[in-house]
């Protein structure tokens, strides 16, 4: 199975200050068909997860602007130009070019 | 607007059986894969078992093969999982999940399997 590796695993930020999330695969997430299936998920307190990012840097509908996500072959990083008080949440980076699909740890953001 | 909603969790005991199913609406049930992602409380999701648009391919992670079925009614917008043998490290939220790259996200049903 792809590990997914994540740092930090948590984060405080000020509000309105950047924050900045990394995650490395153990294997190349380049898929046969040429696509980088490298999504980010938000897990906010209590709620379902939700995509944000798909296929490295791609943000989903409705996701704000200030997401941002880059990377490639196996190093990847999601940026969060200010964070907001609504961005208290898990981030969890996951692959899906190779099955079983897998997700990283997990980097809990909290405000200081 | 996309939904996705479960039903059938509960508590079982192990050993035992229960059947997830989720009402899809809101896209094209037809033209995507659909996925069950499990997440045990406090711990990392996990991808638990996806099924092609039309059903003919399915895969599953090593843990839970040769007990749970994932199936779908193209006819009726539904997705199923058929889970069996239940046992205590299967205990999680289960969710409904649009595509094979989890686009979107039902709400969860909790299946809780303990004696």
């Known amino acids: 199975d792809v590990v997914m590796t994540q740092s930090p695993l948590s984060l405080s930020v000020t509000l309105g200050q950047p924050a900045s999330i990394s995650c490395r695969s153990n294997q190349s997430l380049i898929h046969s068909y040429g696509g980088t299936y490298l999504n980010w998920i938000q897990q906010r307190p209590g709620q379902s997860p939700r995509r944000l990012i798909y296929q490295i840097f791609n943000r989903d509908s409705g996701v704000p602007d200030r997401f941002s996500g880059s990377g490639s072959g196996t190093d990847f990083t999601l940026k969060i130009s200010r964070v907001e008080a609504e961005d208290v949440a898990v981030y969890y980076c996951?692959?899906?070019?190779?099955?079983?699909?897998?997700f990283g740890q997990g980097t809990r953001v909290e405000i200081k | 607007e996309v939904q996705l909603l479960e039903s059938g969790g509960g508590l079982v005991q192990p050993g035992g059986s229960m059947r997830l199913s989720c009402a899809a609406s809101g896209f094209t049930f037809t033209d995507l894969p659909m996925s069950w992602v499990r997440q045990a409380p406090g711990k990392v999701p996990e991808c638990v078992s996806t099924i092609s648009r039309s059903g003919d391919k399915t895969d599953y992670i090593d843990s839970v093969k040769g007990r749970f079925t994932i199936s779908r009614d193209n006819s009726k917008n539904t997705l199923s999982l058929q889970m069996n043998s239940l046992r205590a490290e299967d205990t999680a939220v289960y969710y409904c999940?649009?595509?094979?790259?989890?686009?979107?996200w039902g709400q969860g049903t909790l299946v809780t399997v303990s004696s």
């Open positions: 999940v649009k595509g094979g790259h989890l686009d979107n």
């Open positions: 996951m692959q899906a070019t190779h099955w079983p699909l897998t």
